[in-house]
């Protein structure tokens, strides 16, 4: 694992200041070793609301261990100052032992920033008593596992009060030594902060993000007025436990986004309020607390110690000058310091309280685990945290001094005026970091001895005597170099050789041969330490790690692309990274640097920079085109040609995206850090695009990168043909067919330039389109379409069609039966409609009956049922694909189902039976109102008679007979009636015809006639007496006469068979 502050500069995008100057507070300055050295402090700039207000800075918990610098006048100087800006007096609380309440008493705010050592149960209680009477407390942790002296306890285990994965021991996995000392002893495990003050620090561990979901200042107390946004660089959050007590101020946003060293997932509730509060405050007592889950907002950029555990310096950043952080912790501190009576949030009227948040199984305090052994790197050999005469000098705490062989110089002008006053400085080197050199004076003698140089009073005057200077110190840097500058005059007229003396006290430090001479005074150099000669970068490469070297370059990366003020630097023979965190220098600058080389994640870096100058501007060097990454081409710019992007993923910080480019030569891992300016959704490219990729060979934990600089550093291979749009001018129907005579327009697009673009109208006659191109023929025109770019890329042809149909179709309707002669039919008729189009085809039919509305059908034919009565007329249309209409057909169908009407009589009336003797007449007539009658027909018994023809009854033979009439109308409906009626006789009746056939000669003479009227006579006469068995035996002797008659000629042969039938048919049916 890498630590979090160290790793700043490769996940965090900010804007750096130059370092502050030494701040000096009070009329001390700020420079301290350990507890028993006096605390320093800065005293409140302004007089306002807050005069007389106090705020104590803890740093009597390891708060300067690892990399942290939370003092006053360190890392946390930005606060320190901003609460003096704010009318606080702001002092720093150092201590060797437990703390205790009166400690606290007589402070207004208490800050603690990342504790490294556990708080005891009595100091646990001493805060808990300051808060319960009126004081308040800022809690200021980090994400976990930010073990900064690698004792397992980081600052949020600290607050809560129990370490992950040992409740049942504080002091799990420590050997006996570590275990048993004195800042261990009586450290016991509890849930003390949720208990008390109602959050816990959740052991989450989250990346660069901005927390954005601001609590409104109506209900925030209006600490967040302002305020739009709290900066985050790997940090963690709070639990909100006792909502009563406790309220969330400050949020992150929905978020994945784990820290890159998160020991488990990082992120518990995927950001946003679930995932606990990133600041919060809370009310306890007659006092309050606030709580932060990161020390990165706070920092600034100048750290004061340096590390105990390592002696190196530390490096810090400006997250103070970030977004609205400064702003929110001022106001926050002038709620914590404003005093307030209730005891409870429930008593804040108006207020809405929180809900408890929801927390994972693992986060159970008694049952939670460590997700990977602790501490999270084997601490330094020698180092031990719980013994401060461990810790390396310069760092706070440390108890002693190493040997160190100091060197001693001056530096001034060749030669010293003697007319007038000149500076010289006095110069000490391998200094223990930090130490001071006190009672240092300087003189200026002639060989002889006798003493020839004056130096200037600190007050401005002047001795009033030629020997040594008052006494003055100097104090060391953290690389052990000190200067002091200083004004000397030699006596007038001296001139030629003499002595320049450094000494402490009256032991000479150095002497150097000086020449005094009338010159003009000259200012001096700018001050620097004793650094080795410039060298070039790839001898600086090549010595390795460890080695102070100085080079010159060109800054090839504008600072802050990759994390704080770092920058790569090349010259004519390699490239670097340095690592650094002074603002102002660009890409394209000319750098001179010295500084310390090391490794970090496997890449070579210069870190611990001793000076760091500007000599000019250049051009960037071009970059080399190389076939793959290698520790020949590390830290220089480089371009891979033809690459695919492939296998995209996200990577912090936020924005940032990696990926493979292959080509060729194999695969080349390519990162692009969002704080370049270039994002993954603003990156243009996507997976299988070939380009051309330049930027920085770079190397991380073993794997070859390339770190791209911006969007600028990529460029598109064209190996992609252009792409030809194709549109018509005309309106398509729906189906994709046009009507009409259409205009064809092409263009092409092509991420290089498009040259010409082609068609054919025909396959593969191609021409060189020049501009619009018409299409009149009917049918499918198949266009192919091609383009060409300025590479020579051919696009590979595309065939679209142009569907012309200009023409309507035809129509057509048919009855499947054919009508009668006259046209007429006698039942329904179906109607076949059908279409024809030999373009486009048949869309629809459209028809009607007599005239009514349109009935649409789909496709080319239809059967339309008519058997309405009467004329019917059908009417048809189509339309085809191309919405040609055809003309309108009409068919008609006229149609008589009703057969006529016979009205057929006898005699004026209606059919009865008659006598032998009678005559008949038949009348027929029939009417048809549909077609109209075509034929009429009578017939008696099967023979066809004239209608009004008179038939003698006699001539039929007597018995049943049928009268039959038929109409047929011109439809064909036919209509039949038929009547049977009698040809009857009776004894009056044969004397009626008897009279006839004698009317008509048939009888031959009177006497016969008589003789069988006589006959009839007496019949009749028997009948008449009602005696019909007499009257039948007369007439069976007639039948007798007859025949004899008939045989004799007395009568025809005509006349006896009509007699003779008359008689036998009243024998055999009645006589009457």
């Keep these: 694992m890498f630590f979090k502050k160290r790793s700043f500069h490769t996940l965090l995008a900010v804007t750096l200041a130059l370092p502050l100057p030494t701040m000096v507070m009070g009329t001390q300055a700020a420079y301290a070793e350990n507890a028993n050295d006096p605390a320093p402090f800065i005293a409140a700039k302004v007089v306002n ?3 007389g207000k106090k705020v104590l800075f803890d740093n009597a918990h390891g708060e300067t261990s690892g990399a942290a610098d939370w003092v006053i006048d360190g890392g946390f100087s930005d606060f320190g100052n901003a609460l003096a800006n704010a009318g606080f007096y702001v002092k720093e609380l150092r201590k060797a032992g437990p703390i205790t309440l009166s400690d606290l008493q007589g402070y207004d705010v208490y800050v603690m920033a990342e504790p490294q050592f556990p708080l005891k149960p009595s100091e646990q209680q001493a805060i808990l008593d300051y808060v319960n009477q009126g004081g308040s407390v800022f809690f200021v942790a980090d994400h976990y596992n930010a073990d900064r002296n690698k004792n397992r306890w980081d600052g949020s285990e600290v607050f809560n009060g129990y370490r992950r994965g040992a ?20 450290v016991q495990s509890s849930d003390w902060l949720a208990q008390n003050f109602g959050v816990r620090f959740r052991y989450n561990a989250l990346g660069d993000i901005n927390a954005t979901n601001i609590v409104s200042p109506d209900q925030a107390f209006g600490i967040t007025k302002g305020v739009s946004a709290v900066a985050m660089h790997a940090g963690s959050t709070l639990a909100i436990t006792d909502p009563t007590k406790a309220k969330g101020l400050v949020y992150l946003p929905p978020t994945k986004e784990a820290w890159a060293s998160a020991v488990d997932q990082g992120v518990y509730n995927g950001g946003g309020v679930a995932e606990g509060a990133f600041s919060a405050i809370s009310k306890v007592g007659l006092g309050k607390a606030a ?13 004061k110690y340096l590390r105990e555990d390592t002696g190196k310096s530390k490096t810090t950043y400006d997250g103070w000058k970030e977004v609205d952080d400064a702003l929110y912790f001022t106001n926050l501190v002038n709620w914590l310091a404003k005093k307030e009576s209730y005891t409870s949030l ?26 990977q052994p602790e501490p999270w790197a084997a601490p330094d050999p020698g180092y031990k945290w719980w013994d401060s005469s461990t810790y390396k000098p310069g760092s706070y705490g440390a108890s002693g001094t190493v040997p160190s062989n100091p060197t001693y110089s001056s530096v001034h002008q060749a030669v010293l005026p003697n007319a007038q006053s000149f500076q010289i ?23 002889g001895g006798t003493q020839v140089g004056q130096v200037q009073n600190a007050d401005g005057t002047w001795p009033t005597a030629y020997g040594y200077s008052n006494s003055f110190s100097m104090t060391a840097d953290a690389k052990g170099h000190a200067t002091k500058e200083l004004t000397l005059r030699v006596k007038p007229g001296s001139t030629g050789a003499a002595n320049l003396r450094i000494r402490q006290g009256s032991n000479a430090l150095k002497t150097e041969a000086v020449t005094l001479d009338n010159v003009a005074a000259e200012p001096l150099p700018k001050d620097g330490p004793v650094v080795p000669a410039t060298t070039s970068i790839s001898a600086a490469r090549a010595a390795g790690a460890d080695q102070l070297v100085t080079v010159e370059g060109v800054v090839t990366t504008q600072p802050g692309a990759f994390g704080g003020q770092a920058f790569y630097l090349q010259d004519a023979t390699a490239g670097i990274y340095v690592f650094q965190s002074t603002a102002g220098y660009n890409a394209g600058d000319k750098v001179k640097i010295s500084g310390t080389t090391s490794l970090y994640n496997t890449e070579l870096e210069l870190a611990d920079l001793v000076s760091i100058e500007k000599t000019g501007t250049a051009d960037l060097p071009a970059a080399t085109e190389v076939t793959a990454l290698s520790d020949q081409n590390q830290g220089q710019l480089v371009t891979i040609k033809n690459a695919t992007i492939k296998n995209v993923i996200s990577a912090t910080p936020t924005g940032s995206f990696e990926f493979d480019a292959v080509n060729a030569n194999g695969s080349t891992h390519v990162r692009v850090d969002g704080r370049t300016g270039l994002t993954q959704s603003a990156f ?10 330049t930027g920085v060979s770079a190397i991380f934990k073993g794997v070859y990168q390339l770190k791209p600089r911006g969007l600028n550093d990529f460029a598109i291979v064209d190996t992609t043909a252009p792409v030809t749009s194709f549109s018509v001018d005309g309106t398509a129907q729906q189906s994709g067919w046009y009507n009409q005579d259409v205009t064809v327009t092409l263009s092409a697009t092509d991420d290089s330039g498009v040259d010409h673009i082609e068609y054919a109208l025909s396959p593969d006659q191609w021409q060189t389109y020049a501009g619009p191109i018409s299409i009149s023929n009917e049918g499918k025109n198949a266009v192919q379409v091609r383009a060409v770019d300025i590479y020579g890329n051919v696009e590979q ?6 569907d012309v149909d200009k023409t309507a179709p035809t129509v057509d309707a048919q009855a499947d039966q054919a009508p009668t002669a006259s046209g007429w039919y006698y039942q329904a008729v179906k109607v076949n409609l059908s279409a024809a189009d030999a373009q486009s085809g048949v869309d629809r039919i459209e028809y009607r009956l007599n005239g009514g509305e349109w009935q649409t059908v789909w496709g080319a034919s239809q059967a339309v049922y008519v058997g309405t009565e009467g004329n019917n007329t059908v009417d048809v249309r189509a339309y085809d694909d191309a919405n040609n209409v055809s003309e309108t057909k009409s068919v008609t169908i006229q149609i008589d189902r009703t057969a006529p009407e016979i009205k057929l009589t006898q005699d004026g009336g209606a059919i009865h039976d008659v006598l032998a003797d009678g005559k008949l007449n038949f009348n027929l007539r029939a009417t048809d109102s549909g077609s109209g009658v075509a034929a009429l027909t009578l017939a008696l018994d099967d023979k066809t008679i004239a209608s009004g023809t008179a038939i003698d009854a006699s001539t039929l033979t007597l018995g049943a007979h049928t009268v039959k009439a038929i109409a047929i109308d011109n439809a ?3 209509n039949t009636v038929s009547y049977t009626f009698l040809v009857d006789t009776k004894v009056t009746t044969v004397q009626n015809l008897l009279q006839k056939l004698a009317d008509n000669g048939e009888v031959k003479n009177h006497g016969i006639q008589q003789s069988i009227l006589a006959k009839l006579n007496t019949a009749q006469s028997f009948l008449d007496k009602g005696k019909p068995d007499q009257a039948a035996k007369h007439l069976q002797d007639l039948q007798s006469i007859l025949t004899s008659y008939a045989k004799n000629g007395n009568i025809s042969a005509h006349a006896g068979d009509v007699l003779g039938a008359q008689v036998a048919y009243l024998l055999a049916n009645g006589v009457k």
């Design 797 to 802: 042809a595309q065939t679209y069609y142009v």
């Design 346 to 371: 429930t008593e804040v009227p108006g207020l809405q309280l929180d809900q408890p948040t929801k927390l994972l199984a693992m986060e159970n305090p008694a049952t939670s685990t460590e997700p």
């Design 167 to 186: 409740w049942a021991n504080p002091a799990a996995g420590m050997g006996a030594e570590e275990a048993n000392s004195a800042l261990m002893q009586g």
């Design 49 to 51: 609301e807050n005069a």
């Design 684 to 693: 243009p490219y996507h997976e299988g695009q070939t380009v051309n990729i």
């Design 972 to 974: 064909g409906n036919v």
């Design 425 to 447: 400085r006095v110069v000490a080197d391998n200094l223990a970091p930090l130490a001071t050199l006190s009672n240092i004076n300087v003189g200026i003698y002639l060989n």
């Design 291 to 303: 709580f932060i889950g990161d020390s990165s907002p706070i920092e600034d950029a100048s750290p």
